[in-house]
């Protein structure tokens, strides 16, 4: 059995398109555990100029407030639970050819030096390596690689480079899209997303780290 991190992505909850295909996929997915974590519902803390200094100095070892402390232990808590799974299913739409802004916020938190990853001989090292990620993406163009909009893709192309940058190599996407347009052509596109979340199934082989 493996754990498995839903970190939905899309302030839409059932109406998102890509929460509607990682639903198709997360009900094939029977015998795992599946924990959803709905970013726009999540009191996420506050990664200011207050929390970057409190961190400079933690790392120094210089003296810092109970405030500060209590701020980085739930940055610390909240990695060491992304960390705590076999993988994640991440549910991301398009915004502006980027990700949404709540998923960059809980990214710059969990990614952390040291926590996330650590540099060995001038190198970056990740150290959520061994786990698998599966990315379902949404939007209005069509970025896939071979799609007539490639150039604008700065959602995928950033996940998968975060991904790696942590550590993960084992990396599937599915793509939703176009998810704008006459309603034929949206159509059309959800249900070959669904035939890739099938397919994705069949041939899906998880980490158990139990």
Request: without cysteine; hydrophobic residues 50%; negative net charge.
């Amino acid at each position: 059995m493996a754990r498995l991190l839903h970190i939905d992505a899309s302030p839409r909850g059932p109406r998102s398109r890509s929460n509607m295909v990682a639903d198709r996929l997360i009900a094939g997915l029977t015998g795992h555990d599946i924990e959803r974590l709905a970013l726009f519902d999540a009191d996420l803390p506050a990664f200011d100029g207050a929390a970057i200094e409190g961190r400079y100095a933690l790392v120094a070892g210089e003296p810092v407030d109970g405030a500060v402390r209590a701020d980085w232990a739930d940055i610390e808590r909240r990695i060491a639970h992304f960390l705590s799974f076999d993988g994640w299913i991440l549910t991301v739409p398009m915004w502006n050819f980027g990700i949404p802004y709540r998923l960059k916020h809980y990214i710059d938190l969990i990614t952390q030096p040291g926590m996330a990853f650590r540099v060995v001989d001038g190198q970056g090292e990740g150290l959520a390596a061994g786990r698998k990620a599966i990315l379902v993406a949404s939007g209005a163009l069509d970025i896939r690689p071979d799609g007539p909009m490639a150039a604008y893709d700065f959602q995928i192309a950033y996940l998968e480079a975060w991904l790696g940058f942590i550590g993960v190599t084992d990396i599937d996407t599915l793509h939703v899209r176009p998810t704008y347009g006459d309603a034929a052509g949206v159509e059309a596109a959800m249900a070959r997303a669904y035939a890739d979340a099938d397919a994705l199934l069949a041939r899906l082989s998880l980490p158990s780290r139990v």
